[in-house]
């Protein structure tokens, strides 16, 4: 591992080359909906589940049909049509595109993505049969989306991408922070970067190293990462996925490093992978992780997947021959640990020294949610910040718009019983709750005229109920319907 976090890094191509090939790729209309167009809804069907066959049907020797041949398709092409669509020589020095027999075929991914270029290696898919190189630069995946999603996306002064691969993450922050810095261990990725960079006209500061060496001292108001997660006894094969650092590491390395890295009010947030050791529940495992740091935060577990199927999805991944020796090995270590499962999900941390204690909450989220995230989870924050500083009993409330009261009855003696009343949203997060008959009334009166005080008095004298031992009930329930979105505060 080299410490030195000087490294000079450089785009894969010259500044005048990347200068010839955005020219190139922006005159042959290579975008995101220059391709949509050119290949038709059919075509593009097929592509999504990598059935190449009807968008070559319908594609010649025109530049953005080259492109697409090169860098979606994967195939082989005739030079001179290639000329036609790209700076060859730039392209070939920088590794771009490779000679092979018959013309010319792609070195790298290259391909349209949101409204930027984006640069990585090429996945599996368009290089069949060639298992991935031990610094593999990771293309956009279902993780790098996730994270894009949920991060918050308030206008900030500085941004940090750790591990910022081909770069990914740092384009979506350029677009609302004033300074970008990635950070990698690996130099290749940041010469990815570098030319995503460059490419899309953008000037991020890149630098090599060990998770936060590179940014030692410094502080950001927003970090991401989508760090090298994966669990295993810390001796990987892959840069991508595997940190060096035994079981979830990593990630108890990067949370427990929230209060160095980030400004006041700053968030930082990564997708991560915990450990279910047995006997352990996984929320105390995370909190741990959390243990001493000024920082709200919300913790959420999406997935939880055995060890058999955790280990053959990564060496699937990988594009490996399937090592059953190898796969023997890294379940014995997890047998060895009393690791009985893996969690996956989204950890998003915010920065706050004063006020009291930290609000931690980690929980399962395994519904389906309204996309982008990142607006649920700065809702979140915001609503950590009400419920901590806001006298409940005096404030007013209002129903959120999308409720819905599901009632489930069982036939008695005395004909229908209601036996279950569940509470749920029918957007945003999607939660549902089980609620008793007086909650559900309070939620349906909720209009905002009323205090929570008066309203919890009315409900008093209605039921014939003790107005103070109702308070008392009311207001961690309530606390919790404000929580979860389904109370709303003005
Ligand atoms: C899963 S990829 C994420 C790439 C990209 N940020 C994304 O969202 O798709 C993880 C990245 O972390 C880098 N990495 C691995 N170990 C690291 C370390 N110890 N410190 C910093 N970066 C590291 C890898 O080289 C890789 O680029």
Redesign the pocket.
Known sequence: ?REDVRVQITPLLQPAGIDRLRAALSAANYTRQGVEDRLGHEAQDALSRNDFRPALRILGDEPLDVLIKLYVCGQTCDRDAVERALPVADCVEGGLLEPVPGGLRAGVDLHPYEDWWLIADAPELLRPGQPLRA?H?????G??NT??LATVRPKVATAL??????????LHLSTHAQHVT?????E??LRFAATTAALNGMDWELLY???T??VAGRRFDLV??????VIGPGEGSH???????PADG?CAELAGRADELLTEGGHLQF?ANWAHVEGEPWQERVASWLAGTHVDGWVIQREVTDPVSYVQLWLRDSGDQFDAQRAAAWLDWFDEQRIEAVGFGMISLRKRSTGGFPRVRIEDLHQEIEQPFGARVLDWFDRQDFLRTTPLLGARFTAAPDLRLYSEAEAGPEGWETVRRTLAQTSGLHWTEAVDEATAALVASSTGDLTLADQLGLLAVAHGLDEEELAAAAVPVVANLVERGFLDYS
Do not use: E, H, W
């Open positions: 591992m610094d630069v990771l293309g956009v995946g993780a790098s994270l894009a991408d750790l591990g910022t691969g081909c770069g990914v993450q740092a990635g950070t990698d261990l690996s290749r990725a190293g060990d998770m060496k590179p991401v990462s989508n760090p090298p997660f840069i991508y996925r595997d940190s060096g650092r990593i997708l």
